[in-house]
């Protein structure tokens, strides 16, 4: 049974910084790209970033550019989120995903490819 689980979440203040971690189990998800969703109340879930099967090559939403990297550890089967700079607008439950297409871009990971979800971490960006 696949399963991804997330942890790293909490409360930030503005320009502060948090780093949430994916660890997958069930099976090994070293061919493909993975990403990061995140969900604001009212909101649809939207596409954060994602790193394909190797971790060379990443790609972001413009609002989190330079200010989030996302890392990954085959042999750990590990995705990692480092959120630096955070903004209140950042506030939402955040998703780790696994894509459906081995080897496949970091620019076609969306909502819709994703077969694999985690289960969400709250983060709170609040003074």
């Known amino acids: 049974q696949v399963q991804l689980v997330e942890s790293g979440g909490g409360l930030a203040q503005p320009g502060g910084s948090l780093r949430l971690s994916c660890a997958a189990s069930?099976?090994?998800?070293?061919?493909?790209?993975m990403g990061w969703f995140r969900q604001a109340p009212g909101k649809e879930r939207e596409f954060v970033g994602a790193?394909?099967?190797?971790?060379?090559?990443?790609h972001y939403a413009d609002s989190v550019k330079g200010r989030f990297t996302i890392s990954r550890d085959n042999a750990r089967n590990t995705v990692s989120l480092q959120m630096n700079s955070l903004k209140p607008e950042d506030t939402a439950v955040y998703y780790c995903?696994?894509?459906?297409?081995?080897?496949?871009?970091?620019?076609?990971?969306?909502?819709?490819?994703?077969?694999?979800w985690g289960q969400g971490t709250q983060v709170t960006v609040s003074s």
């Open positions: 995903a696994v894509d459906s297409s081995a080897y496949g871009s970091v620019w076609y990971v969306t909502k819709a490819s994703v077969n694999y």
């Open positions: 069930g099976r090994t998800f070293s061919s493909y790209a």
């Open positions: 790193i394909n099967w190797s971790g060379g090559s990443t």
